[in-house]
């Protein structure tokens, strides 16, 4: 009885060896692959800049209210202390991608025209104040934007508006940027955000 | 593996993943960038300019005792004074308005004289055809000098004339509370009839401020 027991469990082994040698044993299979599929990237894109319209205001030491801005043509009008500077610019995006969000962005390059003394106070003495993504016009898709944030996939052209003041100062600070000339600049970014 | 080292494992693994998360600069979002056309902008420039007329004799007073011989030059006490006209000009290629002052500074040709003269010496401007005195104090011991506030605001263009009158009255109080004959007073200090004795060598400026109030 004892040893008809031992070959009894012996032999539930030798079972249990055999099943859990499955690859060997010639039982049906069958495999599918799933339809194929492209999987493509989307896009984040800024265009060239288009128009560009300056605007000029004066607000002067800042005792009285300031003047309506009128129209600034940069070749033939001068700016003074007091003044304040806008200048507007279209600029195109692109964004697709489910999940595409991006922050507009941009630096303000002022520089002296040329190392001479007027171009180089007239260069120190501006102030960047502002760049500002003011709205978005002609969007497609669901591209929106909110502040300077972009979401959702589609075209459309971000209007910026970039302030610079020549200040007021002291009585006679700037006399030295007199007659001065400067190059002015936007470098717009777009830079992807996390979209959760 | 034991519990313990399990946990380290897991605690690394997490430690690691803070750290690419940390690192946002170096996640590889996309971006883009352009850049606008380089506009060319220039400052303006404010320039004075003063120009000059006179002196001149001009009549003053109507004192029917006080005979001016014709031809007579120079300051005659209660007779006659000197004027100067002055022309303050913002420039017409100044890019902003401006205010201003004439400033007058006169600086005695003869000490002596002049410490004589100075208690009868008296000036008054005239502005668009506003006169105000000058207040005696302008004649001080070392000369004659005083702002004159131009009281208008000057477009690029724009002039304004300030006329300056000198002159000494017929009578006055000395500083003895006396009241006496200026002319008799300075009866040593008159130059000949058509002659002229300088009191003052002038030296007078212009500066203007750009306007503060838009």
């Not at chain 1, 040893?3 to 079972?15: D, F, P, R, Y």
């Not at chain 1, 003047?67 to 940069?74: G, I, L, N, Q, R």
């Not at chain 1, 003074?80 to 991608?97: K, R």
């Not at chain 2, 109080?173 to 040593?188: F, I, P, R, W, Y």
């Amino acid at each position: 009885m004892k040893k008809s027991t031992k070959a009894l469990i012996a032999g539930g082994i030798g079972v249990a060896l055999l099943v859990g040698g499955a690859g060997t044993v010639s039982f049906w299979t069958d495999e599918a692959e799933g339809g194929d599929g492209v999987i493509s990237a989307g896009t984040l894109d800024l265009g060239s800049p288009a128009g560009g319209g300056w605007e000029i205001s004066h607000e002067g030491d800042g005792s009285g209210t300031a003047t309506e801005p009128v129209a600034f043509d940069p070749s033939a009008d001068q700016i003074v202390p007091g003044d304040v500077l806008s200048y507007t610019q279209s600029i195109p995006v692109t964004l697709e991608g489910e999940n595409i969000k991006a922050e507009f962005n941009g630096s303000i390059d002022v520089t002296p025209s040329t190392d001479g003394t007027a171009d180089t106070a007239l260069s120190e003495a501006i102030e960047s104040e502002d760049l500002a993504a003011t709205g978005l016009t002609g969007a497609t898709g669901d591209l929106s934007l909110d502040g300077e944030t972009l979401a959702g996939e589609g075209d459309g052209s971000v209007e910026v508006t970039t302030t610079i003041t020549f200040p007021w100062g002291t009585e006679g600070q700037y006399n030295d940027a007199k007659l001065g000339s400067l190059n002015f600049a936007v470098d717009y970014t777009l830079t992807q955000v996390p979209g959760n | 593996m034991s519990l313990r080292r399990a946990v380290f494992a897991a605690a690394v693994s997490a430690a690691a993943g803070a750290l690419l998360i940390g690192g946002g600069v170096t996640y590889a979002a996309w971006s883009d960038s352009a850049e606008s056309e380089s506009t060319t902008v220039q400052a303006g420039t404010l320039t004075a300019t003063i120009a000059q007329k006179g002196p001149t004799n001009e009549s003053t007073g109507s004192n029917p005792s006080i005979v001016v011989t014709s031809g007579s030059n120079g300051i005659i006490p209660g007779a006659q004074a000197q004027r100067w006209t002055y022309t303050v000009t913002n420039s017409a290629n100044s890019a902003t308005a401006a205010t201003g002052t004439l400033d007058i500074a006169g600086t005695p040709s003869s000490t002596d004289d002049y410490a004589v003269m100075r208690p009868y010496l008296r000036a008054s401007t005239t502005i668009n055809g506003t006169k105000k005195n000058i207040p005696d104090s302008a004649f001080s011991s070392s000369g004659f000098s005083y702002s004159v506030d131009l009281g208008k605001t000057l477009k690029p263009g724009d002039s304004l004339d300030i006329i300056l009158d000198l002159s000494m009255p017929a009578t006055a109080t000395n500083s003895a509370g006396k009241k006496v004959d200026v002319a008799v007073e300075l009866l040593n200090r008159r130059s000949a009839n058509l002659d002229v004795q300088s009191i003052f060598t002038m030296k007078n400026s212009a500066q203007l401020k750009q306007a503060g109030k838009p």
